[in-house]
């Protein structure tokens, strides 16, 4: 299994993901739309998940479509807008390599989902992926994690979350390994699902998360052709997220 297949959210991951991180809130929303200038403009969320960001923006009425790469993550998100009554496009793409057949007026990232790109390698790929999807004059705005909540490793697993699950429970372990020359934490997660105390289904995955400087950020998106490149309020105060924006 290759680092990337590691690092996919499956079908237990994304129930569990559900669990502990419910629809983003109006404040949340509000902190990336305050940016956009007419919300009868399209937008694209890269990195979409299941719709935590998506759903309450299609809710308010903004053209919201999505992709991420996890089918599972995208399967999860059409069965919550099937049952409210919204038709998004949605499609399965990698953000670092991905084309559109339209244009759009704006493109989110959200949540600090950048930093899930490692290097600036892949980083400066999805940005020219998502420069090429813009309509002329179109917004890029994206949060990123700029500062680190952990400075320590921990190598031995710990139960982080447990929730009810039909008639068992569903649990999450979290194994962390920081490397501070890098910038970069290592989360290593296995999920299991139990019903009186038998493990009935289990997951493994594998995640990286780097912090960026906006300095790197800058140069990585004015390299791909974007300007009016500018910081903003990041995700809400107390926030590890920064936020950038600019445009086509």
Known sequence: MSDRDKSAYGKLCTLIYDLDKPLADKQEIDSFIEHISSASGRILEAMCGSGRFLIPML?????????????????????????????????????????????????????????????????????????????PGGNFIFTYVNRGSREDTDSDWKEVMSYPLGRGVISCMEKVTCHASLRTVIYEYLYEVSENGIITGSEYQKLALRTYEFSELYTALHDCGFRNISEAEGCGPGSECGMVICRK
Request: charge should be negative; hydrophobic fraction near 35%.
């Open 59 to 135: 809710k308010e009425g903004y053209c919201v479509s999505g992709f991420d790469s996890s089918a599972e993550m995208l399967k999860a998100c059409s069965e919550r807008c099937r049952e409210l009554d919204l038709h998004p496009r949605l499609f399965t793409a990698d953000v670092t390599d991905f084309n559109c057949d339209e244009k759009y007026d704006h493109v989110f990232i959200t949540a600090g989902s950048a930093s899930l790109l490692t290097t600036i390698e892949e980083l400066s790929n999805a940005f020219r992926c998502i420069f090429n999807c813009l309509a």
